[in-house]
C-alpha cells in the first residue's frame, strides 16, 4: 500500500461532496453497472459492499436485496451515503466504517453476497489476497470485484489510476487469490485495459 489507511481515509473524506462528480466517466459507470448486474442478489439475501464510499453500489443493489450493508474507511463518504438513504427513503441499507480485512459484519448476520468497486486498487497485490481471504472467510455465495486491474501491460503515459497512491494488480493475480481462497472465477468484463469486472463464486468443495 503507498499510503496508510488514515491518509486514503482522508483524502477521500476531503473530496466526499464532489465525489460523485469526479466518478462520472465511462469506465467507472460501466464498471458499477456491470457489479450491480453480476452481484443479482435475492430478495432474501445479505449484501456486503466494502470500500462503498457515497453508495453507488449499495444502492444500486438495495431494491433486489433484502438488506445491504455498506463499509468504508472514510467518515465523510459515509456521511455522503447516510444522506442519500434519508433522501430517498432507502431503509434497508446501513453503512458505517469497516475495511476488506475487517468488514466489521454485525454477530449474527450471514453475508450472501459481497461486492466491491473502484476500492481494492489501493491496497498492495499481498494486502489483496489477504483481503480476499477475509471476505471469503465469510463464506459468502459470490464475490464481485469491480476495479482497476490489468489485463495487459498498462501504459505508463496513459495510466486511468493514479501511481503515487494507487497499487492495481493484474488480473492473474486476483484470479489466483479467489482461486486459492476457494472460490472459481465465473466471469471477467473487460471494461478497457486498465479496468474490469470479476465475478467469483464458491466452489462446491468449499461449501
Known amino acids: 500500500m503507498k499510503k496508510s489507511l488514515d491518509e486514503h481515509a482522508d483524502r477521500f473524506s476531503d473530496h466526499a ?102 476500492a481494492m486498487h489501493h491496497l498492495g497485490d499481498e494486502e489483496k489476497r489477504e483481503a480476499i481471504d477475509a471476505l471469503a472467510e465469510l463464506e459468502p455465495r459470490r464475490i464481485v470485484l469491480g476495479d482497476v486491474m490489468f489485463f495487459g501491460e498498462p501504459n505508463p503515459e496513459d495510466p486511468f489510476y493514479s501511481p503515487e497512491v494507487d497499487d492495481p494488480a493484474t488480473v492473474g493475480v486476483l484470479v489466483d487469490a479467489f482461486t486459492d481462497a476457494g472460490y472459481a472465477v465465473t466471469a471477467v468484463e473487460m471494461v478497457s485495459e486498465q479496468v474490469g469486472v470479476l465475478v467469483a463464486d464458491r466452489q462446491a468443495s468449499s461449501v
Open 17 to 118: 461532496a464532489d465525489y460523485d462528480e469526479s466518478q462520472d466517466s465511462p469506465e467507472y459507470r460501466a464498471c458499477a453497472d456491470f457489479v450491480v448486474a453480476h452481484a443479482d442478489p435475492r430478495e432474501d439475501e445479505v449484501v456486503l459492499d466494502v470500500g462503498t464510499g457515497t453508495g453507488a453500489i449499495a444502492f444500486g443493489v438495495a431494491d433486489a436485496a433484502r438488506e445491504v450493508i455498506g463499509r468504508d474507511i472514510s467518515e465523510g463518504m459515509l456521511d455522503e451515503a447516510r444522506e442519500k438513504a434519508r433522501a430517498r427513503g432507502v431503509e434497508n441499507v446501513s453503512v458505517g466504517e469497516g475495511r476488506f480485512r475487517d468488514p466489521q459484519v454485525p454477530e449474527g448476520v450471514d453475508v450472501d453476497v459481497v461486492t466491491s468497486n473502484f
